[in-house]
Nanobody
Framework: QVQLVESGGGLVQAGGSLRLSCAASGRTFRSLHLGWFRQAPGKEREFVAAIRSDSSADYADSALGRFTISRDYAKNTVYLQLNSLKPEDTAVYYC????????????WGRGSRAWNYWGQGTQVTVSS
């Protein structure tokens, strides 16, 4: 089992920044693939970013150039730096993890089926 605890959400004006954190426990952190999804009201959950156990990263088109995913092996934590935020980024952001073996496909983590652990979510609200 993997436990994920997110923090760092909040209210920010358009153009501002936030950093989301997700502390992982229960499995060897180094072996985990980690990611972030988000869900806006009335919409389906969507992929934002993923970082594999080898630290290679993948981003949704909406996140590319504005968001950065990173991981700290000493703190067993994955981060999502959100810059140049827009009102359409408003959503609940979920941290996710996978301890399964992934194929060597860069975009494998874009589907929710790739992941088997989820955090409780943290709200990000961007005002215009």
């Amino acid at each position: 089992q993997v436990q994920l605890v997110e923090s760092g959400g909040g209210l920010v004006q358009a153009g501002g920044s936030l950093r989301l954190s997700c502390a992982a426990s229960g499995r060897t952190f180094r072996s985990l693939h980690l990611g972030w999804f988000r869900q806006a009201p009335g919409k389906e959950r969507e992929f934002v970013a993923a970082i594999r156990s080898d630290s290679s990263a993948d981003y949704a088109d909406s996140a590319l150039g504005r968001f950065t995913i990173s991981r700290d092996y000493a703190k067993n934590t994955v981060y999502l730096q959100l810059n140049s935020l827009k009102p359409e980024d408003t959503a609940v952001y979920y941290c996710t993890a996978s301890d399964t073996l992934w194929p060597g496909i860069t975009t494998w983590g874009r589907g929710s089926r790739a992941w088997n652990y989820w955090g409780q979510g943290t709200q990000v609200t961007v005002s215009s």
